[in-house]
């Protein structure tokens, strides 16, 4: 029981601090929270955003959404009910979402809220261990909850989701502004506690699928490991709408699967070069029989080593939350 202004703001406060735990892209963390007159808010950090490979702040906002889902599972696994005003004020579009705190609950499930501590993005690839058909049947549903819809790769879609993704890869080594802009978020100031850090990538090896190279010249230090993503699942996150609320929705969709993944032992990454590019995604719009567009990829797998992946750095509290 919250027994005064004081346990209601450590309790908003906890949330927004577990959700920067959340992956985002570039590891640009382009969120700010802020508490205020007894809710927490959710703003995008427009700063943070990548203004060659993310022009339009797709995903940005999906960064956030997946934030918003990490702070929302942690008040949810501490007992309370929390009420979502998303997209709150026309006025103000960088405002995503305004929490409250409805009645308390029985706790609901820790194992999500466990898993935002132990969910890293690992690059490595998988093992050819097959992925249980009902934890992607999980991830599909939670998914489907807010709206957002998963198509699975099989064997007839999966060559052309290759040349999806190699043709995304092209796009990006031929821009130069792309190529700096990725050099500015792979070399961050030491205490900087953002960006792509060598110890988290990988170098080019044999895969189903081939994933960004984040240092084209070399320099990543994180060994790929026996795996050859052989037993790897590929999921497409998609909406019927396209617009910055289905955004969000797509990362709170996102940070479901993702967390529900860990929490089943699995590891997954995203592959969000296939979504930034629009011509990559434009192939995916044809690759879904034109339903819908897609706003984010997941590869699924059983980790082929024991140890777990890398942490990325994290910012400061205080940079991050507002009181």
């Known amino acids: 029981m919250l027994n005064n202004d004081s346990d209601h703001e450590k309790l908003l406060r906890g949330a927004a601090e577990a959700a920067m735990r959340a992956p985002s892209i570039f590891n640009t963390q382009p969120w700010r929270w802020t508490v205020r007159g007894g809710a927490l808010e959710l703003r995008a950090d427009r700063s943070r955003q990548l203004a060659v490979t993310d022009p339009d702040g797709r995903m940005l906002t999906i960064s956030c959404g997946i934030a918003l889902h990490h702070a929302l599972v942690t008040l949810t696994a501490d007992g309370h009910r929390p009420v979502v005003d998303r997209m709150p004020d026309p006025g103000d579009p960088d405002l995503l979402a305004r929490i409250a705190l409805g009645g308390e609950i029985t706790p609901a499930d820790v194992r999500l809220r466990d898993a935002i501590d132990k969910r890293h993005t ?137 967390l529900e993944a860990t929490a089943s032992g699995l590891a997954v990454s995203p592959m969000t070069d296939v979504v930034e590019v629009p011509a990559s995604r434009a192939l995916l719009y044809r690759l879904l029989d034109h339903l819908g567009e897609a706003q984010m990829a997941l590869r699924v797998g059983v980790p082929a080593t024991p140890d777990d992946a890398p942490v990325s750095a994290r910012r400061a509290l205080s940079d991050v939350v507002d009181f």
């Open 122 to 258: 690992d690059r490595r690839p998988f093992s050819d261990v097959a992925v249980p058909d009902a934890v992607v049947d999980r991830l599909r549903g939670s998914a489907e909850e807010r709206g957002v819809y998963v198509a699975e790769l099989g064997p007839r879609s999966m060559v052309r989701f290759q040349v999806t993704a190699a043709r995304a890869g092209e796009l990006d080594e031929s821009d130069p502004a792309f190529q700096a802009e990725l050099a500015e978020w792979t070399h961050r100031p030491a205490d900087a506690g953002d960006g792509i850090a060598p110890s988290t990538a990988v170098p080019a090896t044999p895969r189903t699928v081939p994933l960004r190279s984040f240092y084209p010249d070399g320099g990543e230090r994180l060994l790929p490991g026996p795996g050859h993503d052989g037993g790897a699942r590929y999921l497409v996150f998609w909406t019927t709408g396209d617009d910055p609320a289905d955004w969000l929705a797509a990362g709170e969709a996102t940070s479901a699967a993702m």
